[in-house]
């Protein structure tokens, strides 16, 4: 992934002054030296200069962590800590922070080796709501120096994903296309996020394309889709023109990032794209966001910037899907049904027209698009990548700004099961527990569009972390609840 940040952790030890200094130094040497044991040691950095105590030190521990090139923080209760200094520490970094404290290591030393940090946390909560300080605090935030290393672990993903949003700039291409009003979000909570946009028209864009027309590097771009597609190569005079438009969008992005150091992007990419350009950009899309420049469809702003979210968080390519159809009853009776421990209600097919990159399909071909063939002529529709996706774990989740302006988002688990799907585009049969349910209380309920972002892997924990983190009410995040947890809108009599 070549577009999200690298990040590096400042770990800052605090000690309250009537605690001896030393439980804290001790302590952040054993945590240290648990965390390089198991994890990359490029993950974080020791501040040495002090252990904070006062309000100097908290400034020179600053001072020491951004000059080290941190863009993220721990602050370690090796004690009690004195709250106003360490939450000062979160106030005044530039990132995002994360509070864990030190267990009492034996009952053998619990008189000058008592360090209280689990009293010290509450103190520190309270101080940081006080402050109106978001900072991340795992579920169980105090632990020997292992359980610490392996709770500042699972921030790096989580802080990877909140450093991304404030450098990252969205550009857009064209309105939302007709009948598509679910995609069409208010942008200001981007601006509240921390995130810049850029909306151009799609003159804009063609103008550009064909400025590129002749481009020297369109053959080399065209033998390296050759190489990847191999025999799903099923179009190969349109090649060209997609190397062109690649081309097109990543000069685009270079020119116009500004100070921004990420680039999410979003096209209106039918009905007129096809005609004027003369081919469907689904593959380019898929390519680009393989790479980690996520690329959404049908100018959904806030689907390419989950989708940012969700290649920060997994270190992986990512995709957008309509939640598109139910599974039919018959495929269900023959390849689920006792196969699988899901009802019927638990799956349906997640499905777009080829956006979804090559290394998360099973087998692909690059043709034309059969939806927009049935309207348009057959040769303006190539350049779609379709196949069946890779079974195995996955993250169902969108962040979105809803038509009353509140920022709101969900988070499911569960898998893409190995059932060919006997269907087009780039598709998938998705299981998802209590999927039913799910669909009714939150996505319709909650006012979500049909494009759901698919991270691969279960990686819920970290993206629910990072949504409380940027400032979305737990109460408007939605999961799938199970059976026994009924949703707030559920009838108890139906």
Same mark, same amino acid.
């Given at each position: 992934?070549?577009?999200?940040? %690298?990040?590096?952790?400042?770990?800052?030890?605090?000690?309250?002054?009537?605690?001896?200094?030393?439980?804290?130094?001790?302590?952040?040497?054993?945590?240290?030296?648990?965390?390089?044991?198991?994890?990359?040691?490029?993950?974080?950095?020791?501040?040495?200069?002090? $252990?904070?105590?006062?309000?100097?030190?908290?400034?020179?521990?600053?001072?020491?962590?951004?000059?080290?090139?941190?863009?993220?923080?721990?602050?370690?209760?090796?004690?009690?800590?004195?709250?106003?200094?360490?939450?000062?520490?979160?106030?005044?970094?530039?990132?995002?922070?994360?509070?864990?404290?030190?267990?009492?290591?034996?009952?053998?030393?619990?008189?000058?080796?008592?360090?209280?940090?689990?009293?010290?946390?509450?103190?520190?909560?309270?101080?940081?709501?006080?402050?109106?300080?978001?900072?991340?605090?795992?579920?169980?935030?105090?632990?020997?120096?292992?359980?610490?290393?392996?709770?500042?672990?699972?921030?790096?993903?989580?802080?990877?994903?909140?450093?991304?949003?404030?450098?990252?700039?969205? $550009?857009?291409?064209?309105?939302?296309?007709?009948?598509?009003?679910?995609?069409?979000?208010?942008?200001?909570?981007?601006?509240?996020?921390?995130?810049?946009?850029?909306?151009?028209?799609?003159?804009?864009?063609?103008?550009?394309?064909?400025?590129?027309?002749?481009?020297?590097?369109?053959?080399?771009?065209?033998? *390296?889709?050759?190489?990847?597609?191999?025999?799903?190569? %099923?179009?190969?005079?349109?090649?060209?023109?997609?190397?062109?438009?690649?081309?097109?969008?990543?000069?685009?992005?270079?020119?116009?990032?500004?100070?921004?150091?990420?680039?999410?992007?979003?096209?209106?990419?039918?009905?007129?794209?096809?005609?004027?350009?003369?081919?469907?950009?689904?593959?380019?899309?898929?390519?680009?966001?393989?790479?980690?420049?996520?690329?959404?469809?049908?100018?959904?702003?806030?689907?390419?910037?989950?989708?940012?979210?969700?290649?920060?968080?997994?270190?992986?390519?990512?995709?957008?899907? *309509?939640?598109?159809?139910?599974?039919?009853? *018959?495929?269900?009776?023959?390849?689920?049904?006792?196969?699988?421990?899901?009802?019927? %209600?638990?799956?349906?097919?997640?499905?777009?027209?080829?956006?979804?990159?090559?290394?998360?399909?099973?087998?692909?071909?690059?043709?034309?698009?059969?939806?927009?063939?049935?309207?348009?002529?057959?040769?303006?529709?190539?350049?779609?990548?379709?196949?069946?996706?890779?079974?195995? *774990?996955?993250?169902?989740?969108?962040?979105?700004?809803?038509?009353?302006?509140?920022?709101?988002?969900?988070?499911?688990?569960?898998?893409?099961?190995?059932?060919?799907?006997?269907?087009?585009?780039?598709?998938?049969?998705?299981?998802?527990?209590?999927?039913?349910?799910?669909?009714?209380?939150?996505?319709?309920?909650?006012?979500?569009?049909?494009?759901?972002?698919?991270?691969?892997?279960?990686?819920?924990?970290?993206?629910?972390?990072?949504?409380?983190?940027?400032?979305?009410?737990?109460?408007?995040?939605?999961?799938?609840?199970?059976?026994?947890?009924?949703?707030?809108?559920?009838?108890?009599?139906?």
């Amino acid at each position: 992934m070549n577009n999200i940040p %690298k990040v590096k952790i400042g770990i800052v030890a605090v000690s309250r002054d009537c605690f001896p200094e030393s439980l804290s130094v001790n302590r952040r040497k054993a945590l240290v030296d648990a965390y390089k044991a198991k994890y990359d040691a490029e993950d974080i950095y020791e501040c040495p200069v002090c $252990i904070v105590e006062s309000e100097i030190h908290m400034v020179q521990a600053l001072e020491d962590v951004k000059a080290a090139g941190c863009n993220a923080l721990v602050v370690y209760l090796g004690n009690f800590g004195p709250e106003i200094s360490e939450t000062l520490l979160a106030k005044h970094f530039d990132g995002p922070s994360m509070f864990v404290a030190a267990a009492e290591e034996s009952q053998n030393d619990l008189s000058d080796g008592r360090g209280d940090a689990y009293c010290g946390m509450l103190n520190a909560s309270y101080n940081l709501k006080l402050r109106n300080i978001h900072a991340y605090i795992p579920e169980y935030p105090v632990g020997t120096a292992e359980e610490c290393a392996d709770m500042i672990h699972d921030f790096v993903p989580i802080a990877r994903a909140v450093v991304g949003l404030k450098d990252l700039k969205i $550009i857009s291409f064209g309105p939302r296309p007709l009948n598509f009003l679910a995609c069409n979000a208010p942008i200001k909570q981007l601006y509240n996020l921390g995130v810049e946009i850029e909306e151009n028209s799609e003159l804009d864009l063609f103008e550009a394309f064909n400025k590129h027309a002749g481009d020297p590097r369109i053959p080399d771009v065209v033998k *390296d889709m050759e190489n990847e597609l191999g025999a799903g190569n %099923k179009k190969p005079e349109v090649l060209a023109k997609l190397a062109q438009y690649e081309l097109t969008l990543l000069d685009w992005a270079e020119a116009h990032k500004g100070y921004r150091k990420y680039v999410a992007m979003t096209s209106k990419c039918w009905p007129a794209f096809q005609t004027q350009f003369g081919f469907v950009p689904c593959y380019v899309n898929s390519r680009l966001t393989g790479r980690g420049i996520t690329v959404s469809c049908e100018v959904d702003i806030y689907g390419t910037l989950s989708e940012f979210i969700g290649t920060c968080v997994s270190n992986d390519a990512v995709t957008l899907l *309509d939640i598109n159809n139910s599974v039919p009853a *018959d495929m269900y009776e023959e390849s689920i049904k006792g196969k699988f421990d899901y009802t019927h %209600k638990d799956t349906f097919m997640g499905f777009h027209c080829g956006n979804t990159c090559t290394s998360k399909l099973v087998s692909y071909n690059m043709k034309y698009q059969k939806i927009m063939a049935r309207s348009l002529p057959v040769e303006v529709t190539n350049g779609t990548l379709e196949g069946d996706i890779v079974p195995g *774990d996955i993250t169902f989740y969108r962040l979105q700004s809803t038509a009353d302006n509140i920022l709101r988002a969900y988070v499911a688990q569960g898998e893409v099961l190995p059932v060919a799907t006997k269907s087009f585009g780039g598709i998938g049969v998705f299981a998802i527990k209590d999927m039913g349910r799910f669909y009714r209380h939150v996505l319709i309920e909650g006012g979500f569009p049909h494009h759901g972002a698919v991270a691969f892997g279960h990686h819920g924990k970290a993206l629910y972390e990072v949504f409380k983190l940027i400032g979305v009410c737990p109460d408007e995040i939605g999961y799938n609840h199970p059976a026994s947890v009924p949703y707030r809108t559920e009838n108890p009599f139906a």
